[in-house]
Nanobody, 129 residues
Framework: QVQLVESGGGLVQVGGSLRLSCAAS????????MGWFRQAPGKEREGVSC????????YYASSVKGRFTISRDNAKNTVYLQMNSLKPEDTAVYYC??????????????????????WGQGTQVTVSS
């Protein structure tokens, strides 16, 4: 079992930045593809960014490309999401996710939530205008 705990959410003004962290316990994350998803009220959960377990390749949803950066520190068993130039439409609960598999294209993890093995409980991000 893997337990994922997100932190770093909060209230920020438009144009501001936040850094989300996802700390894992139970197993090493080194063999897991990791990702961040978000769900706004009344909307489906969507993949924001994912990072592979093997070569560190990344995927970003078009809505966040150029503003968000995903990274991982396997030694700390932690994954991060740096969010810059935040917009009101980024307001959502952000969830960390883990999949124990290697993807040829890590985009698959982000666009097929049914593949996810483990979810965190989520952290609220609110961007005020």
């Amino acid at each position: 079992q893997v337990q994922l705990v997100e932190s770093g959410g909060g209230l920020v003004q438009v144009g501001g930045s936040l850094r989300l962290s996802c700390a894992a316990s139970g197993r090493s994350l080194s063999n897991y593809a990791m990702g961040w998803f978000r769900q706004a009220p009344g909307k489906e959960r969507e993949g924001v960014s994912c990072i592979s377990s093997s070569d560190g390749s990344t995927y970003y949803a078009s809505s966040v490309k150029g503003r968000f950066t995903i990274s991982r520190d396997n030694a700390k068993n932690t994954v991060y999401l740096q969010m810059n130039s935040l917009k009101p439409e980024d307001t959502a609960v952000y969830y960390c996710a883990a999949v124990l598999r290697s993807f040829r294209h890590v985009q698959a993890m982000c666009v097929i939530p049914a593949l996810i093995d483990y979810w965190g409980q989520g952290t609220q991000v609110t961007v005020s205008s």
